[in-house]
C-alpha cells in the first residue's frame, strides 16, 4: 500500500508490514516547509480507515486537511512550532473524516534525522480517542447528576475502601471528598455496636444482599447523627459485583423529634405513631413555617372504611391490627418531613409540608392504593378514605381541620375507598 519514499532510505519490508498491520495509525510526512509543505508521504491501513481517505488521497498533502472548526488551535500553533524547532510533540485535539464527521485524536510526533543528522522526516502515531473521551464525559455527566443529589452518596470497592462521595456525603458528614477516597465507611463509625446491622452489612459484601435500615454515624466534628441508609451490590458485568453504592438520608431530626415526642408522652401506645395532641404541637410549627417562607401545607385526615364491621366481626384485637398496620404503612411510604398521626379512633392525620393540592393528592392517592395491599390473615381488604385540604395563609388550625374534615364526610358519602379535595365555595 506504500509507496517508495524518494530520497528517503526505503523501509525494510519487514518493518513495513509491521505498520501496515499496526492498530494505532502511522502517518510520516517530509520535512519540507515550502511549497505547503510539510506534505504527507506515508500513512498506514489504519490512519487511512481513521480518516477515510484513501492512500492516494492523502499523498502529497498537507496534515492540514484534517482539520476543521473544532480543531483547537492553540495545539496547532504549539504544534508548528515543535516542527519548526525539530522537537518531540505531543497533543489531542479534534481532527475531521473525509466525511466531514469530527473525531477526538490523540498523537505524537518524533523528528526523524538522516546519517547527515539533518531532519528528513516526521513520522507520527495517532489513535482515535472518541469512544474513551465520551466515556470520561459521560463520567464527569455522572458525577455531576450524583452531585445534584439531596442524599449522601458514596461507591465502595469490594475491599470497602471509598472510591466516590458527592457533594451532599461532604455536606452531611463533614468529610472532603480527599479526605475519605481510599478510606473505609468505618471512618463514620460511633462507639455504639450494633451486631445485627454489622451483620447486615456483611451480607451486602459477602452476598449481594442489598440493606436498608437506619444508621447512627459519626460527624467529622465528633457529633453523631443518623441516616435512613441503603446499601446496594453495583453489578458491573455478569461475572462479579465489584462495587456498592450507600445511599443516606438525613433523618436526624426526626430521630431527636421522636424521642422528644416519647419523652412527652405524645405518642399513640397502640400504634406507636403520633397521637392527638402530639400532632397539634408539630401541625403548630409546620404552619408557622408555612407562613414564613411562603410554602404550600396539604393536611388529608383518613379515615379506616367500615372500621366497625371488623370489631364486631372478627372483635378488637383485629382491629387492632388493622390500624396498627395502616399507621406503619403510612410512615413507611411518607416522606421523612411529613406528620403522621392517629387522629382518633380509626382517624388518622396526614400532613404534607411543601406540597399543594395537585403534589398531595398524588402522595395520598399512591397511599390510598397501598393500602388495599395490606394482608392480614383472616381478614377482608382494608381500605381508607381520605379528605384533603390545603393551609390558607393566615387561617388558624381548626378552620384547615374542618374543610379537611368536610372532605373526608364527602368522600365518605361518594362511596369510600376515594381521595377527595376539599371544596373551594366562597361560604367554607
Known amino acids: 500500500m506504500s509507496l517508495p519514499f524518494g530520497h528517503l532510505t526505503s523501509l525494510p519490508l519487514l518493518i513495513e508490514t509491521a505498520l501496515e498491520q499496526a492498530f494505532n495509525s502511522v502517518l ?4 519540507l516547509f515550502t511549497d505547503d509543505g510539510p506534505h504527507i508521504i506515508y500513512a498506514n491501513q489504519s490512519f487511512c480507515r481513521m480518516t477515510g481517505y484513501a492512500l492516494d488521497e492523502l499523498l502529497g498533502s498537507n496534515p492540514r486537511i484534517l482539520q476543521g472548526e ?30 466531514g464527521e469530527p473525531y477526538d485524536v490523540e498523537w505524537n510526533i518524533t523528528p526523524v534525522r538522516g546519517t547527515t543528522g539533518q531532519v528528513e522526516c516526521f513520522i507520527s502515531i495517532q489513535q482515535d480517542v472518541s469512544s474513551r473521551n465520551q466515556s470520561q464525559r459521560e463520567l464527569v455527566m455522572l458525577a455531576g447528576a450524583l452531585n445534584c443529589a439531596d442524599d449522601a452518596i458514596f461507591i465502595c470497592n469490594r475491599q470497602q475502601k471509598i472510591v466516590f462521595a458527592n457533594q451532599s456525603f461532604e455536606k452531611l458528614t463533614g468529610y472532603t471528598l480527599e479526605e475519605v477516597l481510599g478510606k473505609t465507611p468505618a471512618i463514620l463509625s460511633t462507639n455504639t455496636k450494633d451486631e445485627q446491622t454489622d451483620q447486615s452489612v456483611r451480607r451486602v459484601i459477602d452476598e ?10 459519626r460527624h467529622k466534628d465528633g457529633t453523631e447523627f443518623f441516616v435512613h441508609q441503603s446499601i446496594s451490590p453495583l453489578a ?24 422528644a415526642l416519647e419523652e412527652m408522652a405524645l405518642q399513640d401506645s397502640l400504634t406507636q405513631i403520633l397521637n392527638r395532641r402530639g400532632a397539634e404541637l408539630m401541625l403548630g410549627s409546620c404552619l408557622d413555617e408555612s407562613s414564613l417562607k411562603q410554602r404550600p401545607v396539604t393536611l388529608a385526615i383518613a379515615d379506616v372504611d367500615l372500621f366497625k364491621q371488623f370489631n ?8 387492632d391490627k388493622v390500624l396498627v398496620a395502616v399507621a406503619k404503612l403510612f410512615e413507611a411510604s411518607l416522606r421523612s418531613q411529613d406528620i403522621v398521626a392517629r387522629w382518633g379512633g380509626e382517624e388518622f392525620l396526614v400532613a404534607l409540608p411543601s406540597a399543594d393540592m395537585e403534589r398531595a393528592f398524588k402522595l395520598i392517592e399512591r397511599l390510598r392504593l397501598k393500602v388495599q395491599q395490606i394482608s392480614l390473615e383472616g381478614l377482608p381488604t382494608i ?23 368536610a372532605a373526608l364526610y364527602k368522600a365518605k358519602h361518594l362511596g369510600r375507598n376515594r381521595v377527595q379535595l376539599e371544596s373551594h365555595r366562597g361560604d367554607e
Open 28 to 31: 510520516i510526512t517530509d520535512a
Open 236 to 259: 458491573l458485568d455478569v461475572r462479579s459485583n465489584n462495587y456498592f453504592v450507600s445511599i443516606s438520608k438525613d433523618i436526624t431530626q426526626r430521630i431527636e423529634e421522636r424521642q
Open 312 to 319: 364486631d366481626n372478627y372483635g378488637h384485637e383485629a382491629g
Open 383 to 405: 381500605t381508607v378514605s381520605f379528605g384533603l385540604a390545603q393551609y390558607r395563609l393566615g387561617e388558624q388550625l381548626p378552620q384547615l381541620l374542618k374543610r379537611a374534615d
Open 208 to 217: 449481594s444482599v442489598p440493606y436498608r435500615g437506619i444508621m447512627r454515624n
Open 70 to 99: 473544532l480543531t483547537d488551535r492553540v495545539v496547532i500553533n504549539r504544534l508548528k512550532k515543535s516542527l519548526h524547532d525539530e522537537a518531540y510533540f505531543f497533543g489531542s485535539t479534534v481532527n475531521y473524516r473525509k466525511n
